[in-house]
């Protein structure tokens, strides 16, 4: 191994997204192999499996499943969703034997390393080499040596009927009879979540609604909420019936936000099938639909997810020009290495390195964490390295690049109290305290 793909081999990771279930709700279930398919589980559902077999309680043994699975894994082994799969399993769990037997096997020993109290710890820290990760499961209740938590904001803004206003009543603890007393609901939930430990929060709506934000009156929401108010009968308004009173409350979120300078993770591109339940409408996620809401809050610290794709060049324009934004990485790898490694060459070209938020894995399981975070290190060695190749930057300038957008930027933007990697002087790694 060279010297760059030894550096970014070494690089301790903080994890910019994740959805990693608190160990001891994995060791409550008591997952398998089957619980370990996440993503690839869309590839398998696109390429004919019913979608019932993921039913947790289908009643179906082992080896019926993985007879099933086999079926359906032999066109879909394909995908980068299923290469990441097999490296879990093959590396993590030592698998070697694709066939029923085998996978019954490996199920059975997946199910012991879920009652592993050093799971989590020997996977990402040993094995991943990431030093903590933001994870969002919908609570800040997180073990805190791993992880920091990030909060979904959606709930709060996707009102279309009464029962969803009820929802946050009951969260909150607090009956709401007028929007004003709502909005005061909402800014404490906010900072009971800052003080619960919230490092960000998150803006997912792209899966249900257009990204574009208008600037609605409060009299404009006010009236949508009286209405909503008065639905007793379990009606609902469409979603653009809706929208001015969502559009407000973002508008909210995102100044509460600035108040207690969290930076604003929102879902830009391709959408998940499993989150969404169908393939979705992708041009409710276009990146260039948030413009608004970028132009006018300078103050914001924006961290666009995923390289917008498909829209990712769309993405590059949006994050070279706006001081506010961060262009985050996040499920990238996965979706197709040969894309990132075209977005990053680009990004490296047009924007400055301390706006790249180099990994987040997005997986739900620790093992999936692993696969993508090996991926990412190999993607990034691979275009760091026709980077210097070609001139363009020299091996040590490659390291630094590494070091910020897989750690630093990170540190940095997140106000975290670790170390910073390294820095780099000639071809030496030098400790800085
Ligand atoms: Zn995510």
Same mark, same amino acid.
């Given at each position: 191994?060279?010297?760059?793909?030894?550096?970014?081999?070494?690089?301790?990771?903080?994890?910019?997204?994740?959805?990693?279930?608190?160990?001891?709700?994995?060791?409550?279930?008591?997952?398998?192999? +089957?619980?370990?398919?996440?993503?690839?589980?869309?590839?398998?559902?696109?390429?004919?499996?019913?979608?019932?077999?993921?039913?947790?309680?289908?009643?179906?043994?082992?080896?019926?499943?993985?007879?099933?699975?086999?079926?359906?894994?032999?066109?879909?082994?394909?995908?980068?969703?299923?290469? @990441?799969?097999?490296?879990?399993?093959?590396?993590?769990?030592?698998?070697?034997?694709?066939?029923?037997?085998?996978?019954?096997?490996?199920?059975?020993?997946?199910?012991?390393?879920?009652?592993?109290?050093?799971?989590?710890?020997?996977?990402?820290?040993?094995?991943?080499?990431?030093?903590?990760?933001?994870?969002?499961?919908?609570?800040?209740?997180?073990?805190?040596?791993?992880?920091?938590?990030?909060? +979904?904001?959606?709930?709060?803004?996707?009102?279309?009927?009464?029962?969803?206003?009820?929802?946050?009543?009951?969260?909150?603890?607090?009956?709401?009879?007028? +929007?004003?007393?709502?909005?005061?609901?909402?800014?404490?939930?906010?900072?009971?979540?800052?003080?619960? %430990? @919230?490092?960000?929060?998150?803006?997912?709506?792209?899966?249900?609604?257009?990204?574009?934000?208008?600037?609605?009156?409060?009299?404009?929401?006010?009236?949508?909420?009286?209405? $909503?108010? @008065? +639905?007793?009968?379990?009606?609902?308004?469409?979603?653009?019936?809706?929208?001015?009173?969502?559009?407000?409350?973002?508008?909210?979120?995102?100044?509460?936000?600035?108040?207690?300078?969290?930076?604003?993770?929102?879902?830009?591109?391709?959408?998940?099938?499993?989150?969404?339940?169908?393939?979705?409408?992708?041009?409710?996620?276009?990146?260039?639909?948030?413009?608004?809401?970028?132009?006018?809050?300078?103050?914001?610290?924006?961290?666009?997810?995923?390289?917008?794709?498909?829209?990712?060049?769309?993405?590059?324009?949006?994050?070279?020009?706006?001081?506010?934004?961060?262009?985050?990485?996040?499920?990238?790898?996965?979706?197709?290495?040969?894309?990132?490694?075209?977005? $990053?060459?680009?990004?490296?070209?047009?924007?400055?390195?301390?706006?790249?938020?180099?990994? %987040?894995?997005?997986?739900?399981?620790?093992?999936?964490?692993?696969?993508?975070?090996?991926?990412?290190?190999?993607?990034?060695?691979?275009?760091?390295?026709?980077?210097?190749?070609?001139?363009?930057?020299?091996?040590?300038?490659?390291?630094?690049?590494?070091?910020?957008?897989?750690?630093?930027?990170?540190?940095?933007?997140?106000?975290?109290? $670790?170390?910073?990697?390294?820095?780099?002087? %000639?071809?030496?790694?030098?400790?800085?305290?």
């Amino acid at each position: 191994m060279n010297t760059l793909a030894q550096h970014i081999q070494n690089i301790r990771i903080i994890d910019g997204h994740e959805h990693l279930i608190p160990q001891k709700d994995r060791q409550k279930m008591n997952a398998d192999f +089957f619980d370990l398919l996440h993503y690839v589980r869309s590839d398998l559902i696109t390429a004919g499996l019913d979608s019932a077999f993921f039913e947790r309680d289908n009643n179906m043994s082992d080896e019926e499943k993985a007879e099933i699975f086999l079926k359906y894994w032999n066109k879909t082994k394909n995908t980068t969703y299923a290469q @990441m799969l097999r490296w879990a399993v093959e590396d993590l769990y030592g698998m070697n034997d694709w066939t029923k037997e085998g996978i019954v096997a490996l199920s059975e020993r997946v199910r012991k390393a879920s009652q592993d109290p050093k799971l989590y710890e020997r996977v990402l820290k040993e094995k991943a080499g990431i030093d903590l990760a933001f994870t969002l499961i919908f609570t800040t209740k997180v073990d805190f040596e791993l992880f920091r938590p990030v909060m +979904f904001m959606d709930h709060t803004f996707k009102l279309r009927t009464l029962q969803d206003i009820k929802s946050i009543e009951k969260l909150t603890g607090t009956i709401v009879h007028e +929007f004003e007393d709502y909005l005061q609901v909402l800014d404490k939930l906010i900072e009971r979540y800052v003080k619960e %430990g @919230m490092a960000a929060t998150k803006i997912g709506a792209a899966y249900w609604r257009t990204l574009h934000v208008e600037k609605p009156t409060r009299q404009d929401a006010a009236k949508v909420f009286n209405q $909503l108010k @008065m +639905f007793h009968l379990g009606e609902s308004l469409s979603q653009d019936e809706a929208k001015p009173l969502q559009d407000y409350l973002i508008h909210r979120i995102i100044q509460r936000s600035i108040d207690f300078k969290m930076p604003i993770q929102i879902h830009t591109g391709h959408q998940e099938p499993s989150v969404s339940s169908n393939g979705n409408i992708i041009t409710n996620s276009k990146v260039t639909d948030l413009v608004p809401l970028l132009l006018e809050y300078e103050e914001a610290i924006f961290v666009l997810l995923h390289g917008g794709y498909p829209y990712y060049n769309e993405f590059l324009s949006i994050v070279k020009n706006f001081a506010n934004v961060y262009a985050d990485l996040t499920w990238c790898y996965i979706l197709s290495p040969t894309a990132t490694k075209q977005l $990053l060459s680009q990004m490296i070209e047009m924007v400055p390195q301390n706006k790249i938020i180099g990994f %987040g894995g997005d997986y739900s399981q620790v093992e999936g964490t692993y696969a993508h975070a090996k991926l990412a290190r190999k993607v990034l060695t691979e275009v760091l390295t026709e980077k210097v190749e070609s001139g363009e930057l020299t091996e040590q300038e490659a390291c630094e690049f590494a070091n910020n957008i897989l750690r630093n930027n990170l540190i940095e933007l997140y106000k975290l109290e $670790l170390k910073r990697a390294p820095s780099i002087r %000639g071809n030496i790694s030098v400790s800085t305290s």
